[in-house]
């Protein structure tokens, strides 16, 4: 009796607690006009699903499982959105008592200003704030006008203690950080500024972890970014980013004019910077581009949770419709470097080149394809040829390595027959995948490896009769080292809406073959039923079965039957 008291008050507290409360742009000028007799509305859903399982092919799973899902969303005066979300599954054995939710965000608008409270993430500029989460305060501010203004000011991460229990969470100093951005817009240019800043509280830990490489930092970024219209279709758009870095605020003061005061430099202190611009070009119909993209190594900021440094990078691009826009190409290539200050021992260089073509001759037929090509140099020189080299010549290249990879893909879909009654359809896709290793110019044995994939489908439709039929085909072909692997087989199904529309049920059968070397590996059979109906327009029941059987050379005949019963209801 107790347990069943326990699951129950756990039942509950899943279905109050396991939320996510967000609420949307609280439009404070329109509240009051959007006042109905309904100032509060619920609105959600509530679904529950069964899966029965009965086989030997070893997949150890549950023979019964149960899902119970729901949600409800809160709406106050057509404006905010609460919404709440619980599940309940028989797949753990135990039952644990949930926490109270953990991210609140309200976002009121109030004609042209918008706020952030809570937690919340925003981005100024690729090299300064970008989509970090803080627990804060933000604001957009969009006025009529060429000035457009947003800010930010709260904590970006928790201080965590170094638990010697659990080293997997490692240990963090509270940091707090705050940031601003300006943009100025006219019609031929746009010049624009964002500066973000942020510092750890070295007081806010007991124990400094510094044995574990773990120190206070503080960080300065800026970013200065603008665009031009130089003449007619000739568009220049650049970025400057520079990050000051503090890897320990307690090192020793550098420094002592009025600059290096505000910006707190310190001999852990290190500049770095980043700079990116493209010109695009379009004359008649062609659109001409070339970016370009430096930052240094090791830059980043503590707005971003991740970032792409030390790399150069430089792009071209090319597109263009032709004959009567039925025809349009776009080609691009790139190629990008690393090690840009050579202090690594390893450098690479990367070069990647792709097209796409699609041709639509009338609305019959439509046909595309698309090519890229990805290659990249390493040059790798080991630490013994310094320490035995005789001159400083010896062993410049010690190992060149180049990893190849392209991809290609063809597809085209055809309509014929189209009338009121019938309809028919033709689909045919096929694509091919290569990578490969290289020394020098031999490539490394059993590194090549190709992938090719082909399917064709026809479907009939009879229009007043909702049926519709499928054939299908589906084939691939598998080069690893010195295995082939080939794997083929066809697909039928049959589709049908039954009792006016309300009930949706199909079947399908597939075989395919599997083989390695021309050596039969497997044999596979599978038949797929589904039933689906819709009534009372908002309740649903739908039905599932699949049996399986795998032919396996090595180990026998398995079989599965896998049976999915489901209900649905929203409100």
Not at 85 to 102: H, Q, R
Not at 403 to 410: D, E, G, H, K, T
Not at 530 to 550: D, E, S, V
């Amino acid at each position: 009796m107790r347990s069943c008291v326990n699951i129950c008050v756990c039942t509950v507290l899943y279905a109050l607690c396991i939320i996510n409360v967000q609420a949307q742009q609280l439009d404070l000028a329109n509240i009051g006009k959007n006042v109905t007799n309904k100032p509060v509305r619920l609105g959600g859903g509530v679904s529950a699903n069964t899966i029965f399982y009965q086989g030997n092919d070893g997949q150890q799973r549950q023979p019964f499982t149960y899902f119970l899902n729901g949600n409800v969303n809160v709406n106050l005066f057509n404006q905010i959105n609460l919404p709440f979300s619980f599940n309940l599954t028989n797949l753990g054995s135990n039952y644990g008592y949930p926490t109270l939710p953990n991210r609140l965000s309200i976002h009121p608008m109030y004609k042209w200003v918008t706020g952030h409270i809570g937690d919340v993430a925003m981005s100024f500029s690729p090299y300064t704030l970008n989509g970090h989460m803080f627990t804060g305060v933000g604001v957009d501010l969009t006025p009529k006008g060429p000035f457009k203004i947003s800010a930010m000011y709260g904590r970006l991460q928790r201080h965590v203690e170094y638990d010697t229990t659990n080293t997997i969470v490692p240990a963090a100093y509270k940091r707090m950080g705050y940031g601003a951005k300006v943009r100025y817009d006219q019609k031929d240019y746009y010049v624009g500024m964002s500066l973000f800043s942020a510092r750890d509280h070295v007081n806010s830990l007991r124990w400094q972890p510094d044995s574990l490489n773990i120190f206070p930092q503080s960080n300065i970024a800026f970013s200065w970014d603008g665009g031009l219209k130089i003449i007619e279709n000739l568009t220049l758009t650049g970025e400057y980013g520079l990050s000051l870095l503090t890897r320990d605020v307690r090192a020793e003061r550098e420094g002592s004019s009025l600059l290096d005061r505000t910006l707190s430099m310190r001999a852990s202190t290190q500049a770095y910077r980043a700079i990116k611009g493209e010109l695009n070009y379009q004359l008649f119909k062609n659109t001409i581009g070339i970016g370009y993209e430096r930052i240094d190594p090791e830059y980043r900021t503590l707005g971003a949770y991740y970032f792409n440094n030390d790399l150069e990078n430089v792009t071209l691009r090319y597109a263009r419709p032709f004959y009567k826009d039925r025809v349009s190409v776009a080609l691009s290539w790139g190629i990008q470097r690393d090690n840009l200050d050579n202090t690594k021992d390893q450098s690479s260089r990367r070069s990647v080149s792709s097209a796409n073509l699609n041709f639509t001759p009338n609305e019959k037929v439509n046909i595309s394809f698309s090519y890229s090509n990805f290659q990249t140099y390493m040059n790798l020189r080991s630490q013994f040829d310094y320490i035995n080299g005789q001159t400083p010549y010896d062993n410049l290249d010690t190992l060149k390595f180049t990893q190849l990879s392209q991809n290609m893909s063809l597809s085209s879909n055809y309509y014929f027959g189209k009338n009121e009654k019938r309809k028919h359809n033709l689909n045919t896709n096929l694509s091919f995948q290569e990578a490969a290793d290289k020394q020098g110019d031999i490539l490394r044995p059993g590194s090549l490896s190709q992938f090719y994939n082909f399917s064709t489908a026809y479907i009939l439709l009879f229009v007043p009769e909702a049926i519709s039929f499928q054939a299908a085909f589906n084939a691939t072909y598998n080069h690893i080292a010195t295995d082939d692997f080939i794997t083929l087989g066809p697909t039928l199904g049959i589709k049908a809406k039954v009792f006016q529309k309300k009930i949706t049920a199909g079947v399908s059968s597939s075989y395919n073959t599997s083989m390695n070397k021309g050596v039969t590996q497997s044999r596979i059979v599978n038949v797929r039923s589904n039933i689906n109906y819709t009534f009372l327009k908002k309740h649903n029941l739908n039905a599932t079965a699949i049996w399986q059987q795998r032919n396996l050379m090595e180990r026998g005949i398995k079989e599965s039957t896998t049976a999915t019963f489901g209900y649905a209801y929203s409100f």
